[in-house]
């Protein structure tokens, strides 16, 4: 049997011999070579806990595929740079791919790499999904193994799908249990609680009460999710016309021209309003990347994090308090007039996790229908279920798929759908930058609420004039 095998790619450019040609002559029959980089799932290599083995379960079933398919092999890669920084792993894809040297299948957010579709770097998986999955009996669209909400939150503006998702993200509040337990205080279930919970902290601890790191936008978007699905949820009938439950660039765009959602609607600033009174519980510094280890200390009584984090946290030999999880606290009428107390809270998240694309590199070899007829063998329920279990970093998202115990708290949540309103999809980098940096000033006191309501305005017009002009809508 082959075996599948590792190569690593180091920084921005490579080695060429490291990327030579994707076959070889092996008796007979010429194999042909599928590099692949699962990022999170990459087997072989060290993993952030030293004490834990590496991965293994990708690898058994690359060469599981490999027994059924001799004519292909499966080389995985190691990327040594920092995929979460999206500025730099942009760049390595831009370089790989200009110079034909990026992985058949690789890892790249589909949203992010979705400007890169006039240089037609990546394949439309969309067609590929409406076909029957092979290696699951009885199916008969590949798309139904996920679930089209859920694929359609990953799609393009225009309908394409650059990038599969092969996990799920989730979050939860982490929290020191045994600081709550000291106090009498219960995991709040609505934002009034929370604000309650987060006083007393503060008032009675020298303990920060909530850590948040406002360096990125990973935080401050999944709090902009919570908050616009709670204030304009109620509103969705006037801005989901065909019902889906899924606001499409369309209806954004017509939505935000009849000024319906935007950055001047009530809503928004109540949501500014909101966020501003939150930010007096987060550390001093909030703007700045708090140094590891704040809540494993016990210097901080909550904390919010992916599903990537319960892991570490539960290891951590610095953490001498137990440890508790909730889901962020539903926004109802007692806090604000605006909100509506049917709406439930949603999961922040989806699928946003390890996302794999086939690249031009897949093209130009010829080897497209081979890389997605990989794809289609590792989103069975039983591979995604292995792959997802082994690393207890993401959740499954295949239909069926079993997630490993430990995680299922986290997808309780899911039960209710995920955030209706993920509106920075629709933005730009550009548009994302000027969004974020409006906030930073705003909640670090550097402009008002008017200023603050002005610039996020510009931002929301000026996504869906972009919107109008590149799809052609016509109101």
């Known amino acids: 049997m082959k075996r599948s095998t590792m190569i690593l790619i180091v920084g921005i450019l490579l080695v060429p011999m490291v990327f030579a040609a994707g076959s070889k002559e092996t008796g007979k029959s010429e194999v042909q070579t599928i590099r692949v980089f699962p990022e999170r799932f990459t087997p072989g290599v060290d993993r952030a806990i030293s004490t834990l083995p590496p991965l293994k379960a990708f690898e058994e079933i690359a060469q599981t595929y490999e027994a059924s398919n001799p004519e292909i092999n499966i080389e995985f890669y190691k990327y040594m740079g920092d995929v979460a920084n999206s500025t730099e792993y942009l760049s390595w894809i831009t370089t790989q791919s200009i110079a034909g040297t990026l992985p058949e299948l690789v890892m790249a957010h589909s949203t992010e790499i979705e400007g890169f579709k006039d240089n037609e770097w990546f394949v439309d998986l969309m067609p590929y999904l409406q076909k029957p999955n092979p290696y699951v009996p009885g199916n008969k669209k590949w798309i139904d193994l996920f679930g089209e909400k ?152 909550m904390w919010w994090g992916g599903i990537w984090e319960l892991l570490p946290l539960e290891v951590d030999p610095l953490r001498t308090f137990e440890l508790g999880t909730f889901y962020v606290p539903r926004i109802t009428t007692a806090t604000t007039k605006l909100a509506d107390d049917s709406v439930p809270m949603r999961m922040i998240g989806g699928a946003s996790g390890v996302q794999l694309a086939v690249s031009r590199s897949a093209i130009d070899k010829g080897l497209v229908d081979q890389a997605i007829d990989f794809l289609m063998y590792i989103t069975t329920p039983e591979n995604n279920g292995r792959i997802t279990s082994e690393s207890k970093e993401l959740a499954p998202i295949v239909i069926g798929a079993k997630s490993d115990p430990s995680l299922e708290s986290f997808l309780e949540q899911a039960n209710n759908g995920l955030t209706t309103f993920i509106i920075e999809r629709f933005f730009s980098p550009e548009q994302i930058n000027d969004w974020f940096r409006a906030m930073q000033d705003y909640l670090s006191g550097k402009i008002t609420l008017e200023e603050a309501t002005s610039r996020i305005q510009k931002v929301y017009m000026a996504a869906a004039d972009l919107l109008i002009e590149k799809n052609k809508f016509t109101f």
Do not use: C
Not at 251 to 265: C, N, P, Q, Y
Not at 279 to 296: E, I, R, V
């Open 150 to 301: 859920i694929i359609s939150t990953r799609q393009s503006s225009t309908g394409e799908l650059w990038s599969l998702p092969i996990s799920l993200v989730a979050t939860s509040i982490f929290y020191n249990k045994t600081l709550f337990d000291e106090l009498g205080l219960k995991a709040p279930g609505t934002w009034e609680e929370f604000m309650h919970v987060s006083k007393t902290i503060k008032e009675e601890t020298d303990i920060i009460p909530f850590l948040f790191d406002m360096s990125s936008t990973n935080n401050a978007s999944w709090a902009y999710r919570v908050f616009l699905s709670f204030l304009f949820e109620p509103l969705l009938p006037k801005i989901d016309l065909n019902h889906d439950e899924i606001v499409s660039s369309e209806e954004f765009a017509r939505a935000v021209k009849a000024g319906i959602l935007g950055g001047d609607t009530p809503q928004h600033r109540e949501i500014l309003r909101l966020f501003n009174e939150w930010k007096d519980y987060f550390q001093k510094g909030f703007l700045s990347k708090p140094a590891p280890g704040l809540f494993s200390r016990g210097q901080a009584a």
